[in-house]
């Protein structure tokens, strides 16, 4: 009895978790998108206004296409995965394909020779009803099969912010499919909990950062400003 307790105070707190971060992320997408629109009334923390474009002039053109590229793969991959109904092989294909992300970005698409293309498998080997399923990258031989992640060539400069915003809607959409009535198990629940963390690494961190290194200068700058201004004031009087 004891056990069966525990068992329903913990999928409990489960559910509670996950509505919280489902909550929190839809927020930080929204705030997200909302800052890097430049919103005329918005201040970074309430404190600094930041024109996204600052962001750009001190970003080489070349990380700006990475990222730019990176981010495009990633949101044409999630989109189809919106239309899974189950809820476990929702967030285990979703475990997958961030597993196969992950190998894509720590190996450089110009770092890949022709003996380790990349080509996606025609068949899913993984059983998506196991709940011993640990997301894993296939290899035969030397060729790397991702079982949902699909490349294909960009053929031309992308537009960072329209990548940014698409990304951001395609996130939003994920994360509203995280139910927490039947997302509760264990399993699922650390799952959804490792795939925010991994899309945390590749996207919200990286928004936040530069949001924040931006609005760090631009305080520098104006603090230095008002400090030549009183030192200008007391020379007066």
């Not at 909550?23 to 201040?43: A, F, M, P, T, V």
């Not at 080997?125 to 894993?136: A, G, M, R």
């Not at 959409?173 to 590749?202: G, Q, T």
Request: glycine share 2%.
């Amino acid at each position: 009895m004891d056990t069966i307790v525990k068992e329903m105070e913990d999928a409990a707190m489960r559910k509670k978790a996950l509505g919280l971060l489902v909550e929190k992320r839809s927020e930080l997408i929204d705030y997200l998108k909302r800052l890097y629109h430049g919103e005329k009334n918005l201040h970074y923390l309430n404190i600094v206004r930041i024109d996204p474009q600052l962001l750009l002039k001190d970003l080489e053109d070349a990380t700006i296409q990475k990222r730019a590229k990176n981010w495009f793969i990633l949101g044409y991959n999630l989109a189809p995965m919106i239309r899974i109904e189950n809820p476990s092989t929702f967030v285990r294909s979703l475990s997958q394909l961030i597993e196969e992300f992950d190998y894509l970005v720590d190996h450089d698409h110009s770092s890949i020779s022709n003996s380790t293309q990349m080509v996606p498998s025609q068949v899913s080997s993984i059983n998506l009803d196991n709940d011993d399923f640990k997301p894993k990258i296939h290899k035969v031989g030397s060729s790397v099969n991702f079982e949902f992640l699909r490349l294909f060539n960009i053929p031309c400069d992308l537009n960072y912010f329209q990548v940014m915003f698409a990304l951001c809607d395609v996130l939003k959409l994920i994360f509203a499919k995280f139910d927490p009535e039947s997302c509760s198990n264990k399993n699922i629940y650390d799952s959804i909990v490792k795939f925010d963390s991994r899309l945390k690494n590749h996207f919200y961190a990286i928004l936040e950062k530069e949001m924040h290194r931006i609005a760090k200068r631009k305080v520098a700058e104006q603090t230095s400003d008002m400090a030549t201004l009183f030192k200008t004031w007391n020379g007066v009087k």
